[in-house]
């Protein structure tokens, strides 16, 4: 169970390409952010679609795949951690922001 901890799951599309970065040594990080819907009906019967935006960072290898493979509205199935991080904006003001460090990535749809 405590590999279950910190586990994330998620299936949805690019919203754009990723953004690599390669740093001193070889080190290579890509972020990238995908949209994940879901459908239900209200109170009313209507059909309502809900969407939300989920902020992801890949290194290494993984970094790699995603450099190479992703690109906007592409579907994918990653896995990841969830992870908070904070810093300062430019006025001094402490932010906090979440994003899921993914550790593998599933190409998913057809191939164009």
Same mark, same amino acid.
């Given at each position: 169970?405590?590999?279950?901890? @910190? ?16 740093? !001193? ?8 952010? #995908?949209?994940?819907? $879901?459908?239900?009906? @209200? ?9 939300? %935006?989920? @902020?992801?960072? !890949? %290194?290494?290898?993984?970094?790699? #795949?995603? !450099? ?28 906090? #922001?979440? $994003?899921?460090?993914?550790?593998? #990535? ?7």
């Amino acid at each position: 169970m405590n590999t279950l901890r @910190n586990r994330v799951q998620l299936i949805g599309n690019l919203g754009k390409d990723p953004e690599v970065k390669e740093f !001193a040594g070889g080190k290579k990080m890509a972020r990238f952010s #995908i949209a994940t819907t $879901e459908s239900y009906e @209200n109170n009313s019967g209507e059909k309502v679609k809900e969407t939300q %935006w989920h @902020n992801l960072v !890949a %290194w290494g290898k993984t970094a790699s #795949i995603a !450099a190479n493979h992703l690109t906007k509205g592409k579907e994918v199935a990653v896995e990841g951690k969830l992870t908070t991080r904070t810093y300062e904006d430019k006025d001094g003001h402490k932010k906090f #922001i979440s $994003e899921v460090v993914v550790s593998e #990535i599933l190409l998913l749809g057809s191939k164009k």
